[in-house]
């Protein structure tokens, strides 16, 4: 049973342009979100979190929002640049229980 | 950097042989946790030690096994190895006990079973 899924496997755009990764989620346990990017033969690399207790968290040109009723997250990248080109996981954990779960990821390729 | 150094990076060994995956978290981080990832699959998180006591257990077969030692580093035996145990292993550490902490990802050790 995934209780974090990314249901799209890949995802192209354009440089500049928006990128708009999804992730949704079972287990209504989980208070604790997070991005991570990985490249190729290295380990994910954490990007950005979000606490249940908000609905959304900036970091530069990285966005989380966060829509609880829904058991659903995304991650915006705006503008998208090809260095953000990568395998970018979800992952969740609940409570004081540091163990994440995580999604499959979803590959991002920003084209020049 | 995420300052969590695995070793070796790259292991190669037959059906039946037993490796030890070594890990060194970063400096004042207490848990460390190892995940395997396979082909086509995300990251599965095989156990959690926090201050050399196992904290969690996720999806890890009775051939592994792992330890943390009084330094911090911790080290994930597999046993009797099978060609579906092929993966990229990967340990990461945090601070446990600080709220809403990250856990930083050494770089892996790719193990071939063949």
């Known amino acids: 049973d995934q209780q974090v899924k990314q249901n799209s496997p890949s995802l192209s755009v354009q440089e500049g342009r928006i990128s708009i990764l999804n992730c949704d989620y079972t287990?209504?346990?989980?208070?604790?979100f997070l991005w991570y990017k990985k490249y190729p033969a290295e380990g994910p690399t954490f990007l950005i979190s979000i606490s249940s207790i908000k609905d959304k968290n900036e970091d530069g040109r990285f966005t989380v929002f966060l829509n609880k009723s829904a058991k659903h997250l995304s991650l915006h990248i705006v503008p998208s640049q090809p260095g953000d080109s990568a395998v970018y996981f979800c992952?969740?954990?609940?409570?004081?229980?540091?163990?994440?779960?995580f999604g499959k990821g979803t590959l991002l390729t920003v084209n020049p | 950097d995420s300052g969590v150094t695995q070793t070796p990076k790259h292991l190669i060994t037959a059906t039946g042989q037993r490796v030890t995956l070594r890990c060194s978290p970063r400096?004042?981080?207490?848990?460390v946790y190892w995940y395997q990832q396979s082909l086509d699959q995300g990251l599965q998180f095989l156990i959690q030690?926090?201050?050399?006591?196992?904290?969690a257990k996720g999806n890890i077969l009775e051939r592994f096994s792992a330890q943390q030692f009084p330094d911090l580093h911790s080290e994930l035996n597999l046993s009797s190895l099978e060609l579906g145990d092929s993966a990229l292993y990967f340990c990461?550490?945090?601070?446990?006990?600080?709220?809403?902490?990250?856990?930083?990802f050494g770089q892996g050790t790719r193990l071939t079973v063949v």
């Open positions: 992952a969740a954990r609940s409570g004081s229980n540091y163990k994440l779960t």
């Open positions: 287990n209504s346990m989980f208070d604790y």
């Open positions: 030690y926090y201050n050399g006591e196992e904290r």
């Open positions: 990461a550490s945090s601070v446990t006990g600080t709220v809403n902490t990250e856990a930083f």
């Open positions: 400096s004042g981080d207490l848990s």
